[in-house]
């Protein structure tokens, strides 16, 4: 839960004068909604990392690992091309981060 948005619900009830079992009420849907969206951010992750640990070898090209599902095939990269699309990639989010 964030110590900032706990200060300001309780900051606000006692300007607008809200009764403490309100307050309480309120500080308590706020923390169940923060820990819902941990846990959506959390399984979201878990769905990423368990996607990319599918890569299987190849039986036709030994030098390829190869990733199939949803009707789509991708063939991982060799590790000097990784580093290259990694870095395209740092450079690209760097460059977007400063534009917007």
Known sequence: ????????????????????????????????????????????????VSEEMEWKDDKEHPEWQ???GGGLTRIKLPEEHQAVVYRMGEMVCRILKNTV
Not at 6 to 35: K, Q, R
Request: aromatic share 10%; charged share 15%; with cysteine.
């Open 66 to 68: 190869v990733s199939k």
């Open 1 to 48: 839960m964030s110590l900032k948005a706990a200060f300001l619900i309780l900051a606000g009830s006692v300007v607008l004068h809200v009764s403490p079992l309100n307050t309480l009420i309120i500080l308590c849907g706020f923390m169940v909604c923060a820990y819902a969206d941990r846990w959506l951010v959390e399984r979201a992750m878990f769905k990423i």
